[in-house]
T-cell receptor, first 109, second 114 residues
Framework: SQQGEEDPQALSIQEGENATMNCSYK?????LQWYRQNSGRGLVHLIL?????REKHSGRLRVTLDTSKKSSSLLITASRAADTASYFC?????????FGAGTTVTVRA | DAGVIQSPRHEVTEMGQEVTLRCKPI?????LFWYRQTMMRGLELLIY????????DSGMPEDRFSAKMPNASFSTLKIQPSEPRDSAVYFC????????????FGPGTRLTVT
């Protein structure tokens, strides 16, 4: 079952713009992770944020976590064509990851 | 390291046939996960192993599915008999610390059952 729900389902932006996507979940979590999937490929881990953290940065990525609202956001700054992919949040509960349905991001050159 | 290796990359089979998917995790990773991805259901965890022992198989859809991990460097996912609704991309992933850390995914096996 999918615990995380991403929003929006799809996003189209111009190169250089920022992309923001959100993830909401239902139960208490130990951590929340974001993954990227390019078409026809496996998932690649981007960033992990623990339940006691509120914000984390990695390069052009910024992740926030609000456990009171059971939500997280992923911001990609200064997007590039290579950022075109599907992005998934995954919540860690009961020692298993549950993945959301994903946000498909298209970056137009 | 070569990363997680899966074979075959593509499999087309007829309904009723046995299908075996293979996975070689990253050396030193104690956790191995099998996932299935479809448009309708997204990415689902089927089963995971810790130190070659199955820990949680609650995601295995039915008795037609079975998974083994005879040693630390090899796992199989078997479907017998296969059905058209089993058509999906099956991913294997491995990690050092289970769900508490990063999981490394293989390229997947695209299974088509006709």
């Amino acid at each position: 079952s999918q615990q995380g729900e991403e929003d929006p389902q799809a996003l189209s932006i111009q190169e250089g713009e920022n992309a923001t996507m959100n993830c909401s979940y239902k139960t208490s979590i130990n951590n929340l992770q974001w993954y990227r999937q390019n078409s026809g490929r496996g998932l690649v881990h981007l960033i992990l944020i623990r339940s006691n953290e509120r914000e984390k940065h990695s390069g052009r990525l910024r992740v926030t976590l609000d456990t009171s609202k059971k939500s997280s956001s992923l911001l990609i700054t200064a997007s590039r064509a290579a950022d075109t992919a599907s992005y998934f949040c995954a919540t860690d509960a009961d020692y298993k990851l549950s993945f959301g349905a994903g946000t498909t991001v298209t970056v137009r050159a | 390291d070569a990363g997680v290796i899966q074979s075959p990359r593509h499999e087309v089979t007829e309904m009723g046939q046995e299908v075996t998917l293979r996975c070689k995790p990253i050396s030193g990773h104690d956790y191995l996960f099998w996932y299935r991805q479809t448009m309708m259901r997204g990415l689902e965890l089927l089963i995971y192993f810790n130190n070659n022992v199955p820990i949680d198989d609650s995601g295995m859809p039915e008795d037609r599915f079975s998974a083994k991990m005879p040693n630390a460097s090899f796992s199989t996912l078997k479907i017998q008999p296969s059905e058209p609704r089993d058509s999906a991309v099956y991913f294997c992933a491995s990690s050092l610390v289970g769900s508490e850390g990063e999981q490394y995914f293989g390229p997947g096996t695209r299974l088509t059952v006709t």
